[in-house]
């Protein structure tokens, strides 16, 4: 089922792969995912952000590792999404995934200049795949 492998991806980018069969690519995803978060210091950065120490959080953070991870994220999701059956319209049902890869991307290039705590980003990521898994739930 399309959701439940989107929402295992939402949760940990390869999962879904996982609850898929895809069981190399999941692993490939997770390590990626790992080296990404820890070598990005992502994890850290969310802890102050969401403790309200906005400025320390952007100090912390790798944008280096960190401009590659929003795009990574929607792209596991959607990858979930789109092998968990097959009939999908591959070019249709990626653009939600596109437009949130472009937000995520976008917030972290303008995280020191956008008042609100960088997390907020994310959590939009989120709702535009959301919206994406459920305009395509049919397919």
Known sequence: MRTIAAFFS?????????YNGNIFRGIVFIVIEHFDNIFGRINHALYLDLNGYHREAL????????????????YCVWDAWFYAKSGGDKVKSAIPYLIA????????????????????????????MLTGIYLFRKE
């Open 59 to 74: 100090s912390t953070v790798d944008f280096q590792y960190s401009l590659f991870y929003p795009c990574f994220y929607a």
């Open 101 to 128: 890869a472009f937000t995520g991307t976008m917030g972290t290039l303008f995280a020191s200049r956008i008042p609100i705590p960088t997390f907020t980003v994310g959590f939009v990521m989120a709702l535009i």
């Open 10 to 18: 939402l949760f940990m980018p390869g999962c879904g792969q996982f």
